[in-house]
């Protein structure tokens, strides 16, 4: 079946710090890829996506490509803020079959910023 | 902005009783989710409906959950009897149709069973 995998966390960076987070899926077929974000106390909101292989989703400074050839999709920003703390999921969505659409989460990945 | 409601927000409970979670969906959004979160974990779904239809519920434990969608709209959740390990938050979501690759969230219900 499928599968989402990311890198263990929590992270902690100081602000206009680098980050990545590592994403890695099984999957048969060929899923769209996301993000999704979810601040404290709050729902998951979507972050960003790519639906084929080399696109690149970008939103709020963040980025992700989708490598089909290591089946990959790590999120990266180039300078974190304090605002950007929260946790992040990896998703993909089934191609095909009766649970068309349906996300399979990564375990999620707890981001701390500090000033 | 439109969103996608869920109530309560919070619910405590003891082992045994019954509980029951609401979730309005986005006007004109026909497939509708229910997730699981388990503290530390992602989402795991529970059950998927497209208008009245469940399309998806292998993951919904059906001795003790049910769920329904009656006129294709609202959306209830119900856990009897509740059970320690169901302490989670659930998450409702939707989109417009299936495989639209974009699913709404809503802010969730937190379940604590005592």
């Known amino acids: 079946g499928n599968s989402v995998t990311q890198m263990e966390g929590p992270v902690t960076l100081s602000e206009e710090a680098f980050l990545t987070i590592n994403c890695t899926y099984t999957a048969t077929g060929y899923p769209s890829l996301f993000w999704y974000v979810q601040y404290p106390g709050e729902g998951l909101q979507l972050l960003l996506k790519?639906?084929?292989?080399?696109d690149k989703g970008s939103n709020k400074g963040f980025e992700a490509t989708y490598r089909k050839e290591t089946t990959s999709f790590h999120l990266e920003k180039g300078s974190v803020q304090v605002s950007d703390s929260a946790v992040y999921f990896c998703a993909l969505s089934d191609a095909g079959g009766t649970s068309y659409g349906k996300l399979t989460f990564g375990q999620g990945t707890i981001l701390t910023v500090h000033p | 902005e439109a969103e996608v409601a869920q109530s309560p927000r919070y619910k405590i409970t003891e082992k045994s009783q019954a509980v029951a979670f609401w979730c309005d969906p986005i006007s004109g959004h026909a497939t509708l989710y229910w997730y699981r979160q388990i503290l530390g974990q992602g989402p795991e779904l529970l059950v998927q409906f497209q208008d009245e239809s469940v399309v998806d519920d292998s993951q919904l434990p059906k001795d003790r959950f049910s769920a329904e969608r009656l006129k294709g709209v609202d959306s209830t959740l119900k856990i009897q009897p509740a059970e320690l390990g169901d302490s989670a938050m659930y998450l409702c979501?939707?989109?417009?149709?299936?495989?639209?690759?974009?699913?709404?969230f809503g802010a969730g219900s937190r379940l604590t069973v005592l």
């Open positions: 979501a939707s989109s417009f149709k299936p495989g639209a690759n974009v699913l709404t």
């Open positions: 790519a639906t084929k292989a080399d």
